[in-house]
């Protein structure tokens, strides 16, 4: 194998060798660049709901464990999902991500969302003075009725099964009540019932489940709501699961329940989808008395379409890079990952046809000069004229002082010297010829 000596090669030698070379990179580097993304903003806007409620509780802690990896998450209050969504739904809005309450989104177009998974079970809870037992919608018609805060989740839930239970304005008070200012009217007899949706850990459904002189009302057709609304589901609060000491419910009782969900606008960077997912499932990944552990978040289909990146997640887990690397370095290290490929992929030709131009630049030094060389030999050997031996022996000259002249990469020396025994040959043949005369 010849050994190539780039320092032989002339300014337009480089220009012959290393220029398609350089073309080839730079085309490849072009065509990778189309396929990178941007790397990921180091802050975004989160839609929560109440400072009272458990969305806008784990959008804290969401914004803890994101934190952790140089991300910023701005956390935004809002009445609940209804405004949620419309946020999310509002081009002039620099929302990226919000909880939004199953079966909020039914009869929309979001087109331009994309459910990042199902994080946990959102029970409609149903808190009423005094402890005569209540089983059924229908018994709160002519109650006072604090249905949520408008904009809310609770709101939309709460009217769409009163209504079904006959139960509406007309024959029941039903008011923009919700969180603390609920329950304190409850407490103080301003309301029969409370409607409440969220995870029993937020802090206004935890005061009501700890509050002893309310009683909860169970769902005795709950298995009919989940069956005429598909997107709740009929879940069990277990006997004494509030609290085991004062037997707190004191039996199991019926809930419905819609889930939380985790949208995003369908242009949030993809390193950040899967950094969210991650945080869901430290946040969400844990037992308690509604599911039990690895239950959620899941990839439960939604009235938002699960984008395919979450789908891929709750598949396969995190990216490879993200499992092993900070998520900075991850992202640095995923993006030069996709400049290499085409680089590998022309590394292989480029081995060959460097080394092939190489030669071929450097012969064609020598052929160029066989070309001449050639053709003065015909023209001696089958049209020879004595009265031109000497400009034959010029051209001779000539080709052999060019020989002399080129540069030619040590690897190739002994094609010039075999160049230069044949124009010994052509010579002596002139000088046969001129002698015969």
Same mark, same amino acid.
Do not use: C
């Given at each position: ?35 990178? *993304? ?30 952790? *990896? ?368």
């Amino acid at each position: 194998m010849r050994r190539i000596s780039l320092t032989s090669l002339s300014s337009r030698d480089w220009l012959w060798v290393i220029g398609p070379a350089i073309v080839l990179v730079i085309a490849a580097f072009w065509a990778a660049s189309k396929f990178i *993304e941007p790397a990921p903003p180091r802050s975004f806007v989160m839609t929560a709901g109440a400072e009272d409620g458990a969305y806008y509780q784990f959008a804290k802690r969401y914004k803890d464990i994101l934190a952790r *990896e140089g991300v910023t998450i701005e956390i935004r209050t809002s009445a609940g999902s209804t405004e949620n969504l419309a946020r999310l739904l509002d081009p002039d809005s620099d929302v990226q991500v919000g909880f939004v309450q199953s079966g909020i989104a039914a009869g929309r177009d979001t087109s331009g969302l994309v459910s990042l998974g199902s994080l946990y079970y959102e029970p409609l809870w149903v808190f009423h003075r005094g402890k005569n037992a209540v089983d059924r919608l229908e018994q709160l018609r002519g109650w006072r009725i604090a249905v949520g805060a408008e904009g809310s989740g609770t709101r939309q839930l709460a009217l769409q099964l009163l209504t079904a239970s006959g139960v509406h304005r007309g024959n029941s008070t039903l008011l923009p009540l919700a969180g603390a200012a609920a329950h304190g009217a409850l407490r103080r007899g301003e309301v029969d019932a409370v409607f409440v949706v969220g995870a029993p850990e937020g802090p206004a459904v935890r005061a009501l489940l700890d509050d002893a002189s309310l009683s909860l009302m169970n769902f005795s057709h709950a298995e009919a709501y989940s069956r005429i609304l598909p997107f709740l589901n009929r879940i069990v609060l277990p006997h004494g699961a509030v609290d085991l000491a004062r037997n707190a419910p004191p039996q199991d009782i019926q809930l419905v329940a819609p889930t939380a969900t985790l949208v995003a606008r369908d242009t949030l960077h993809p390193a950040l989808v899967s950094l969210l997912l991650q945080a869901a499932t430290e946040v969400h990944d844990q037992p308690e008395f509604l599911y039990r552990r690895g239950e959620f978040p899941s990839a439960r289909e939604t009235d938002i379409l699960l984008s395919d990146q979450a789908r891929r997640y709750y598949k396969s887990g995190p990216p490879l890079l993200q499992r092993y690397l900070p998520f900075w370095l991850a992202v640095l290290v995923d993006r030069l990952l996709i400049l290499l490929i085409p680089l590998v992929a022309v590394a292989l030709p480029l081995t060959r046809l460097v080394p092939a131009l190489y030669a071929w630049r450097s012969r064609s030094k020598i052929y160029r000069l066989y070309g001449e060389l050639r053709f003065l030999d015909h023209e001696i050997v089958h049209h020879f004229d004595p009265a031109r031996a000497g400009e034959y022996t010029t051209q001779l000259d000539s080709i052999e002082q060019a020989a002399e002249r080129r540069r030619i990469p040590l690897a190739f020396t002994n094609e010039l010297y075999i160049l230069r025994e044949h124009i010994g040959l052509v010579r002596q043949r002139l000088e046969r010829k001129a002698a015969a005369g």
